[in-house]
């Protein structure tokens, strides 16, 4: 809703696609989603002055279709995980159909240029954001150890952590997902993680979402080795809430928290590290507040949410006009584009 207001675009999503009519709709609904909203917006881009996509599935599709067609709309991609080999194969080929990246993780940007090709120019990084003003800390009684999520999760070693703390522990999650190599496994946790021990794992709503960050003693990110910053969302909003984070040091998460000041970092795997450092914040509660204190205020110097959509906007006008880095006219043919 802040982007449709904000750059006053139109948003060709599912419903949208769904409601496309005829002969066209019909075929549309034959195909994978994400690839009949990428040929929708290769039909419409000419009466547009930037597409916009924000998925990795999303904008390879686009990218294929724009450098083949060479089509003439700039195509801006927002992007966390360009490394997967589904998405850094594909954009090898067809990075001529991307003109801009936006991107919030550091390494990632590295891959973008240095294992894709992209020109440093074209790759724009930005700080992840968060909602300030929903995810805010609240003044409730600290009862529960909290974690949440759904990309590259190593809930059992938290399990294994909290075992024996004497203090329940709440994850917010259903279907994780993991890469390995090539391999993309999904697991239901509801099902996998022992729950005995004070262990309930249950999906949540924004509002329950809200609620248990702000009844938590310290929120914990556990993570499996990965280059992306998997679980970013999830330290910020616990950051936002004013609560202590304890996060994974992986290969990706090296861009937000500072180890000791704003949160706190352990190895993969580590269920001793992570104990140690869960004991620590419950047994200085008063340190524990203070480190939440500074985490909410590095939130808002920067990683507000309004911020990040005007690096959008500036995007966006900065590509409006231009013509696409893939387009080449036909031979012989002037071509003309209005809005």
């Known amino acids: 809703m802040l982007f449709q207001n904000t750059l006053g675009?139109?948003?060709?999503?599912?419903?949208?696609?769904?409601?496309?009519?005829?002969?066209?709709?019909?075929?549309?609904r034959k195909l994978p989603t994400f690839v009949a909203q990428a040929v929708e917006a290769g039909r419409l881009s000419r009466s547009y002055d930037v597409v916009v996509t924000w998925s990795e599935r999303h904008t390879v599709?686009?990218?294929?279709?724009?450098?083949?067609?060479?089509?003439?709309?700039?195509?801006?991609?927002?992007?966390?995980?360009?490394?997967?080999?589904s998405v850094r194969l594909p954009l090898r080929v067809f990075?001529?159909?991307?003109d801009r990246i936006i991107t919030w993780s550091s390494v990632q940007r590295d891959v973008a240029v240095e294992r894709i090709g992209f020109g440093p120019e074209t790759v724009v990084l930005v700080r992840h954001p968060v909602d300030q003003e929903f995810f805010r800390p609240e003044?409730?009684?600290r009862n529960i150890l909290f974690s949440a999520g759904s990309t590259q999760r190593d809930f059992d070693t938290l399990v294994a952590a909290a075992r024996?703390?004497?203090?329940?522990?709440?994850?917010?999650?259903?279907?994780?997902?993991?890469?390995?190599?090539?391999k993309v496994t999904t697991t239901d946790v509801r099902q996998h993680l022992d729950t005995s021990d004070d262990v309930e794992v249950e999906s949540l709503d924004s509002s329950q979402l809200r609620a248990s960050y702000a009844e938590a003693k310290v929120v914990v990110v556990p993570l499996l080795p990965t280059d992306i910053d998997?679980?970013?969302?999830?330290?910020?909003?616990?950051?936002?809430?004013?609560?202590?984070v304890i996060s994974t040091r992986t290969a990706g998460q090296i861009d937000v928290i500072q180890d000791g000041e704003t949160g706190m970092l352990v190895p993969p795997g580590d269920v001793a590290a992570l104990r140690a450092k869960i004991e620590m914040i419950l047994n200085d509660?008063?340190?524990?507040?203070?480190?939440g204190r500074r985490g909410r205020a590095?939130?808002?110097?920067?990683?507000?949410?309004?911020?990040?959509?005007?690096?959008?906007r500036a995007s966006t006008e900065e590509l409006a006009g231009m013509r696409s880095r893939g387009w080449l006219p036909f031979p012989g043919k002037a071509r003309l584009r209005t809005t």
């Open 164 to 182: 024996g703390l004497g203090i329940p522990l709440r994850i917010a999650a259903s279907l994780v997902v993991a890469l390995n190599g090539f």
């Open 95 to 98: 990075r001529s159909g991307v």
């Open 230 to 244: 998997a679980g970013v969302n999830v330290i910020l909003e616990g950051m936002a809430m004013g609560r202590p």
């Open 285 to 291: 509660p008063h340190a524990a507040e203070d480190m």
């Open 139 to 141: 003044d409730r009684a």
């Open 298 to 312: 590095y939130v808002e110097k920067y990683h507000r949410l309004e911020d990040f959509i005007e690096h959008v």
């Open 61 to 85: 599709a686009v990218a294929a279709l724009f450098a083949v067609l060479r089509l003439p709309t700039p195509h801006l991609a927002l992007m966390f995980w360009l490394s997967k080999p």
């Open 9 to 28: 675009c139109d948003v060709l999503d599912e419903a949208a696609i769904a409601a496309v009519p005829g002969r066209r709709g019909r075929v549309y």
